[in-house]
């Protein structure tokens, strides 16, 4: 199978932990997006990766997340002292866009489901 | 505030019936897209467009761009229990990819 994956599925952890999931894109998409949907809602950005630059981190929630994309391939998005409200499913996305492209389709991973007891 | 609302929010309906959800911003964005989301699954994206007034269909799924790339509109004719799903917009602006907070489209058999 070639498309987004994602690791762990599930994740439950304790308040004041930290997490770490992975997302593994696509073979040479270009891009990476972080997103995190809670109950109810749309996906809701977080951060994005151009290769590995990370082009857009004012997202992020708060300083307590952070994200790498270290040789431009695989991703990995850290939460430090996990709290409650963290609890979430987040979200994965690559894409390939060539330069100065509109029509940028977003291919999403099944996402990692935390739980912050 | 979302950058683009989505009405209604929840919608739950007979199979055969015809349904239209709707997405709208005050801003203009150089393409839109519509996804379906299945439960702890990730959205899949079903079309894009990129053209004011573009209309695409997709089987029973006809996609309306608006005139001013503001909006846009899902029409469903027919519907089927498969259909259920949360439809999401998402509208490409800045280089990066913001979506509404979808519509919960039940169809009972």
């Known amino acids: 199978d070639t498309g987004v994956s994602q690791n762990p599925r599930h994740k439950i952890t304790k308040r004041g932990q930290n997490v770490t999931f992975r997302c593994d894109p696509i073979s040479e998409h270009n891009r990476l997006y972080w997103y995190r949907q809670t109950l109810g809602q749309g996906p809701e950005f977080l951060t994005y990766f151009q290769n590995e630059a990370q082009l857009e981190k004012s997202r992020l929630l708060s300083d307590r997340f952070s994200a790498e994309r270290p040789k431009g391939s695989f991703s990995t998005l850290e939460i430090q002292r996990t709290e409650q409200g963290d609890s979430a499913m987040y979200l994965c996305?690559?894409?390939?866009?060539?330069?100065?492209?509109?029509?940028?389709?977003?291919?999403f991973g099944s996402g990692t489901q935390l739980s912050v007891l | 505030t979302q950058l683009l609302e989505q009405s209604p929010q929840f919608l739950s309906i007979q199979e055969g019936e015809n349904l239209t959800v709707y997405c709208n911003s005050s801003s203009v964005f150089s393409s839109l897209q519509w996804y379906r989301q299945e439960p702890g699954e990730g959205p899949v994206l079903l079309v894009t467009?990129?053209?004011?007034?573009e209309v695409k269909k997709l089987k029973r799924l006809t996609f309306q761009f608006g005139d001013a790339r503001k909006d846009s509109s899902l029409h469903i004719t027919a519907a089927q229990p498969g259909d259920t799903g949360l439809y999401l917009c998402?509208?490409?602006?800045?280089?990066?990819?913001?979506f509404g907070a979808g519509t919960r489209l039940t169809v009972k058999p």
């Open positions: 996305a690559s894409s390939l866009i060539p330069y100065l492209a509109t029509n940028e389709k977003l291919f």
């Open positions: 467009v990129v053209t004011g007034g």
């Open positions: 998402a509208g490409a602006k800045n280089n990066d990819m913001r």
